[in-house]
Antibody, heavy 125, light 107 residues
């Protein structure tokens, strides 16, 4: 079935690194842009990063620019988020989400038509 | 763009009509506004995009309206499974932003 499944979350000390994965199934992963969106405990949603269907373009929210790297392996139907220099304020549930823009659109639509259930990242000493 | 959702919590009974508001700090271009539903422990679900277009599989009890800075999500007749948290999101300007959510609870 069509789904996204995140993994890789856990408890990590400030300043350390963590890599999240998102396994896609049930659709042609290589045809869609993909995003990471996070939700701090008891808070609302915050967009984190986007990658074009072919990995050609990547953009980040200012607060993670230079620390986080989004990437994808289309042969493995997997999206990644490498998180370095983690801070307490990065504590959140991290969701991967699909952008509905078709390849013909040449970009992304910036909203999300399929989400995973999320993986919790806790940054604490 | 800051999105302010109201009310914070809405208490209604099944069968009633729900009206949720999302107000933007500045005009959202092209009505690039989406609505999502989130239930505890579940992935968010896209309901509405482009302010008024229903996503695939969303029942017609859900409708979106509005333009400029004022947008509304209406659920015409509440079913038990509709009680959840609802978020609006604008994608007309960078960075894309979400509202803080409206919790729809059973009265």
């Amino acid at each position: 079935q069509v789904q996204l499944v995140e993994s890789g979350g856990g408890v990590v000390q400030p300043g350390r690194s963590l890599r999240l994965s998102c396994a896609a199934s049930g659709f042609t992963f290589s045809s869609y842009g993909m995003h990471w969106v996070r939700q701090a405990p008891g808070k609302g949603l915050q967009w984190v990063a986007v990658i074009w269907y072919d990995g050609g373009n990547k953009f980040y929210v200012d607060s993670v620019e230079g620390r986080f790297t989004i990437s994808r392996d289309n042969s493995m139907n997997t999206l990644y988020l490498q998180m370095n220099s983690l801070r307490a304020e990065d504590t959140a549930v991290y969701y991967c989400a699909r952008d509905p823009a078709p390849i013909a659109a040449g970009g992304v639509y910036w909203y999300f038509d399929l989400w995973g259930r999320g993986t919790l990242v806790t940054v604490s000493s | 763009i800051v999105l302010t959702q109201s009310p914070g919590t809405l208490s209604l009974s099944p069968g009633e009509r729900a009206t949720l508001s999302c107000r933007a700090s500045q005009s959202i271009s092209n009505s690039f506004l989406a609505w999502y539903q989130q239930k505890p422990g579940q992935a968010p679900r896209l309901l509405i995009y482009g302010a008024s277009s229903r996503a695939t599989g969303i029942p017609d009890t859900f409708s979106g309206s509005g333009s400029g800075t004022d947008f509304t999500l209406t659920i015409s007749r509440l079913e038990p499974e509709d009680f959840a948290v609802y978020y609006c999101q604008q994608y007309g300007a960078s960075p894309i932003t979400f509202g803080q959510g409206t919790r729809l609870e059973i009265k």
